[in-house]
């Protein structure tokens, strides 16, 4: 028992945290029940968009045209090209993630900063498209008070905006840490939590792409 | 670009909890090719009229989605390699989330069984 126990505390040094009944830092754990809870936040947010999916009674509709009564014409309303372009870029910032990670694990400070600058850069370029997008909907009559649509598609894409924006916000303080006095690789676990809500928030939309996007 | 990355990525989300095996940098280069020929294969599909109006339509979309969402949840989230908590504590939810969907679906008349 007592040499379980000592085996048990080796195991907890090695890892790099205060000794735990599971073994596991309790930080991980929190993230993945964090995320947990995200997936049913999300679930309830696309299936709000789903429920609603096809009941709007006036347009602009997101894969069809429209005409309004009063004779104005509306364009189907989702640009595939662009937001693919923004889903390309989020899956990249995932592999720029796991670079910075990586750069931190071996304490290389020089590629650390970089793939941590990279990734955040990502992010803001993907929170870029979405304001491009939000901007040419609103100029193109949709609004979130026009359809359901319209308020089922700007609540989940905002919501998903958000998470992303916060996830920006912490990869730059990640960032501003790393060349203020270099993140140490015994304390890479810090990167690993952003790194895992940071691919979270990319499996996230890889769901949102397909079910808004692309199924008409 | 590569040399920096090669070694270190191997060990990127190394030892805290005792696995042994995690994606090499060839690895995750591999899973951002395979994601990246995925995601285009379905706006390629997206753009072919024939077949947005067959029954295989929706049904392929939302395998390759499951495809992609999969592999990043098991090498990048590297819930493969990791402990078996974190598995139940994400994909316990994660099939709530899915039946609640599912259930959704059925209830307000957007899905049905045909007999």
Redesign the interface.
């Given at each position: 028992m007592a040499t379980a126990a000592i085996a048990h505390d080796d195991t907890h040094a090695a890892g790099g945290h205060p000794p735990t009944t599971t073994g596991l830092d309790h930080k991980k754990i929190a993230m993945w029940a964090f995320i947990g809870s995200e997936c049913m936040l999300f679930a309830s947010l696309i299936s709000t968009y789903l429920i609603y999916k096809g009941r709007s009674l006036v347009g602009p509709y997101p894969h069809e045209a429209w005409v309004s009564p009063t004779g104005q014409h509306f364009n189907a309303i989702l640009n595939i090209p662009v937001t693919s372009m923004s889903t390309f870029v989020l899956l990249m910032s995932s592999l720029f993630m796991v670079l910075a990670h990586s750069a931190v694990v071996r304490g290389d400070r020089k590629y650390s900063r970089f793939w941590l600058a990279m990734t955040a850069l990502a992010g803001a370029t993907f929170l870029g498209f979405q304001a491009f997008e939000f901007t040419s909907f609103v100029h193109e009559g949709l609004t979130i008070r026009t359809n359901l649509f319209g308020s089922s598609f700007f609540t989940l894409t905002g919501f998903h905006g958000a998470h992303v924006t916060a996830g920006v916000i912490w990869l730059v303080t990640l960032l501003f840490i790393d060349m203020k006095r270099g993140l140490r690789p015994d304390e890479a676990l810090n990167v690993d939590l952003c790194a895992l809500y940071w691919h979270f928030v990319d499996v996230v939309w890889i769901a949102i792409f397909t079910l808004i996007y692309l199924i008409k | 670009m590569a040399d920096?990355?090669d070694?270190?990525?191997a060990?990127?989300?190394?030892?805290?909890?005792?696995e042994e095996h995690h994606p090499t940098?060839k690895t995750?280069?591999w899973?951002?090719l395979i994601?990246?020929a995925i995601?285009a294969a379905?706006?390629w599909?997206?753009y072919i009229p024939s077949f947005?109006k067959s029954r295989a339509?929706?049904p392929v979309?939302?395998t390759?989605?499951a495809i992609?969402?999969a592999i990043?949840?098991a090498f990048?989230?590297h819930l493969k390699y990791d402990?078996k908590?974190?598995r139940v504590?994400?994909t316990?939810?994660?099939a709530?989330?899915?039946l609640?969907?599912i259930s959704?679906?059925f209830l307000?008349g957007?899905l049905a069984i045909h007999s």
């Open positions: - | 920096h990355s070694h270190g990525a060990d990127a989300h190394a030892a805290p909890h005792g940098w995750y280069r899973i951002a994601l990246t995601t379905e706006v599909i997206y947005v339509f929706v979309l939302l390759l989605s992609k969402f990043v949840v990048y989230m402990s908590l974190f504590l994400f316990g939810p994660l709530i989330a899915v609640t969907i959704l679906m307000f957007h």
